[in-house]
């Protein structure tokens, strides 16, 4: 079945260590996402792709990079320039100008101690 | 994008219809009206969209107002499976300079009862 996957589902770091969270889809999307999302809140936009090899910025980049060498994968490394990593981060993908929305995976929640 | 507006919770008996408001009064006329629900610490599902026309699928109905300013999603037989955060976000699908930027705000928190 075609979809998102995100791995690992819980991930524990030590402070001052760079982490990266895994995003693969084999839907044939073009465009991926990353979103993180705080206790009680909404989604907020950390960065995007609409095709390979080119990402922009979202809302809250800073502390964050990304890669998108492959149509399938969009890893998302939190470095150590995130000032309050722990959160729960969430990949999407979607089609070209869709109309249809985003599919989204089922989430990493990484905690920092 | 316009903003939105929604409760913050409201609790439904199963077997009963959920009526879940939408204000976004600062709409433009070619900005859709998605719905995406999100089950406790699982990523958004897609519920539903429309522009103007009332739309319904397997899952949800989607009634716009004539206006457009304001929308409500209705769950019409709830079961305890539909407990979840659900969001309303109004976007321009075709922009190019928007694709990454469905904002979602903090949604309705839906409680199902038995």
């Known amino acids: 079945d075609g979809g998102i996957t995100q791995s690992p589902k819980y991930l524990f770091r030590k402070e001052g260590q760079n982490v990266t969270l895994s995003c693969e889809q084999n839907?044939?999307?073009?465009?991926m996402y990353w979103y993180r999302q705080d206790p009680g809140q909404g989604l907020r936009l950390i960065y995007y792709?609409?095709?390979?090899?080119?990402?922009q910025k979202g809302d809250i980049a800073e502390g964050y990079s990304v890669s998108r060498e492959k149509k399938e994968s969009f890893p998302l490394t939190v470095t150590s320039a995130q000032k309050n990593p722990t959160a729960f981060y969430l990949c999407?993908?979607?089609?070209?100008?869709?109309?249809?929305?985003?599919?989204f995976g089922s989430g990493t929640r990484l905690t920092v101690v | 994008d316009a903003k939105t507006t929604q409760p913050p919770s409201m609790d439904c008996a199963e077997g009963r219809a959920a009526n879940l408001p939408c204000n976004h009064s600062?709409?433009?006329?070619?900005?859709?009206v998605y719905w995406y629900r999100q089950i406790h610490s699982q990523g958004p599902q897609y519920i539903i969209h429309?522009?103007?026309n009332n739309e319904t699928n397997e899952m949800a109905s989607l009634i716009i107002t004539e206006d457009r300013k304001s929308s409500t999603l209705i769950l019409p037989h709830a079961t305890l499976r539909d407990t979840a955060v659900y969001y309303c976000?109004?976007?321009?699908?075709?922009?190019?300079?928007?694709?990454?930027?469905?904002?979602f705000g903090a949604g309705t928190q839906v409680v199902v009862t038995p």
């Open positions: 792709s609409q095709i390979v090899n080119d990402f």
């Open positions: 976000i109004v976007r321009v699908p075709e922009r190019t300079d928007s694709w990454g930027k469905f904002q």
């Open positions: 839907l044939n999307h073009d465009a």
């Open positions: 999407a993908s979607s089609i070209r100008g869709p109309v249809n929305g985003y599919t």
């Open positions: 600062t709409i433009s006329g070619n900005e859709y």
């Open positions: 429309g522009l103007k």
